[in-house]
């Protein structure tokens, strides 16, 4: 039976030790999550959040504030998720996809798939995840 045990000590100790700021980076915690999630048997995949408008022939990306840290600033936040449920150390606790963007940033923003259920099992380790996930972002720059 699949269990999300030990990610959920993961999420939740970091949580903790986020008091005062972010700790490390959300491409880090969603892989370090999928990887445990993966050990649990169960099927991760990582969600994006961007906030992108079309300004006539321009792409606007709007900052994303997390409300628990206004101090900080990203134009994406990569989340490991696992069915329905996301898993972001910003609110230490899983929650719905549906009401992620609602609970990290304050405001309703859409909840992307960014690397897929068999993309993350063929991926498995973390750190060639995370390598897929900086390419992601090099291609969306382009």
């Given at each position: 039976?699949?269990?999300?045990?030990?990610?959920?000590?993961?999420?939740?100790?970091?949580?903790?030790?986020?008091?005062?700021?972010?700790?490390?980076?959300?491409?880090?915690?969603?892989?370090?999550?999928?990887?445990?999630?993966?050990?649990?048997?169960?099927?991760?995949?990582?969600?994006?959040?961007?906030?992108?408008?079309?300004?006539?022939?321009?792409?606007?990306?709007?900052?994303?504030?997390?409300?628990?840290?206004?101090?900080?600033?990203?134009?994406?936040?990569?989340?490991?998720?696992?069915?329905?449920?996301?898993?972001?150390?910003?609110i230490g606790?899983?929650?719905?996809?549906d009401e992620?963007?609602?609970?990290?940033?304050?405001?309703?923003?859409?909840?992307?798939?960014?690397?897929?259920?068999?993309?993350?099992?063929?991926?498995?380790?973390?750190?060639?995840?995370?390598?897929?996930?900086?390419?992601l972002r090099?291609?969306?720059?382009?």
């Open positions: 039976m699949p269990t999300d045990a030990l990610a959920l000590d993961y999420l939740r100790d970091v949580s903790a030790r986020m008091t005062t700021t972010y700790l490390d980076d959300c491409v880090a915690h969603a892989t370090r999550i999928a990887a445990l999630l993966i050990v649990g048997d169960c099927a991760p995949w990582i969600a994006s959040i961007r906030d992108v408008t079309n300004e006539g022939s321009y792409e606007m990306h709007h900052p994303l504030i997390p409300s628990r840290f206004p101090a900080m600033t990203w134009n994406v936040h990569y989340v490991c998720c696992n069915g329905t449920q996301a898993y972001d150390p910003i606790e899983p929650c719905s996809v992620l963007a609602m609970n990290v940033f304050g405001r309703a923003i859409t909840v992307g798939e960014a690397v897929s259920v068999a993309d993350v099992a063929r991926l498995a380790t973390a750190e060639v995840l995370k390598t897929h996930i900086a390419s090099r291609l969306r720059k382009g």
